[in-house]
């Protein structure tokens, strides 16, 4: 057992996740068997050990005091208690992320053909990601779910009259071009220190697309393009100064994880430049 699934997911549940997936296994809604709750409390007792015991047969004989080995019902349980666990996890991670719980929700809604239930949530979602600070691409594909679920909702029963096809398609497209400028960004930097080449379709026509629109207007989008350009045009100062600017005035704009990548394409791009003399101290 000590190289399972289970044993390993349980090591990684911090102590908040131990004491409400404790409570969870006495709610009928996750588990209604009382050898569920053994097995969990047989974990938690083995973490807290220097030198845990995980024998099958000790695990057993602690769920069942009185009962002989049975390795297939063992084995059952364990397997039983990581799918709760795993279903709890989900719910939590959906807890987190009110935004999409709330998608969920109003899909149900619409599912279920109950338009108020679907357009009071729709509200409330609207109005959520509206007070978001980030405006990154998953800004834009949250934006893209509730024009899908709008439409799904009216459109289709109303294709004599304007829909919002366009702003789906509008939103969609940012999400598109922001992630795929992202991801070759990624890519161009992970290309030059590994000395690796990736085929990247459509990359040349969202450059274009770029180029040509006003799409540099949408900052997950400008802040990527800069980024690029910066990396596979050196020479070209301009791209590196953009690429500044934005960090300085939209920075916030974007989680903590996305920002990083950026301020080391930049820190990157600075400390190349000085070491081959192309630019002064305080151009950086």
């Given amino acids: 057992m000590k190289d399972g699934k289970l044993w390993e997911l349980f090591l990684k549940l911090n102590k908040k996740q131990e004491r409400r997936l404790k409570k969870a296994l006495q709610s009928p809604v996750y588990n209604r068997e009382v050898p569920i709750q053994r097995l969990f409390e047989w974990l938690e007792r083995q973490k807290k050990r220097k030198k845990p015991d995980l024998h099958p047969k000790s695990a057993y004989t602690f769920i069942h005091t009185k009962k002989p080995f049975d390795a297939a019902d063992f084995y059952a349980l364990k397997s039983r208690l990581l799918h709760i666990i795993e279903r709890f996890l989900t719910a939590e991670a959906l807890e987190a992320n009110p935004l999409k719980a709330k998608t969920e929700l109003i899909k149900t809604y619409r599912n279920k053909k109950l338009p108020k239930h679907f357009k009071q949530n729709m509200r409330e979602a609207r109005t959520l990601l509206d007070k978001q600070t980030q405006r990154n691409s998953q800004f834009h594909f949250f934006q893209y779910q509730l024009e899908v679920e709008q439409f799904e909702m009216e459109g289709r029963e109303t294709r004599t009259r304007q829909t919002n096809l366009q702003a789906l398609t509008n939103e969609l497209n940012a999400f598109f071009i922001a992630e795929k400028l992202r991801w070759a960004t990624i890519m ?74 950026v301020y080391t394409i930049a820190i990157n791009f600075g400390v190349k430049k000085l070491n081959t003399g192309k630019i002064d101290k305080r151009g950086i």
């Fill in 188 to 261: 161009q930097s992970h290309q030059a220190v590994y000395k690796s080449e990736y085929k990247q379709p459509f990359l040349a026509t969202v450059l274009q697309v770029v180029e040509t629109g006003d799409w540099l207007t949408v900052p997950s989008i400008a802040v990527y393009y800069y980024s690029y350009k910066a990396l596979t045009h050196p020479d070209e100062e301009e791209n590196f100064s953009q690429l500044k600017k934005l960090i300085q005035e939209q920075g916030q704009l974007f989680p903590e994880n996305e920002l990083r990548e």
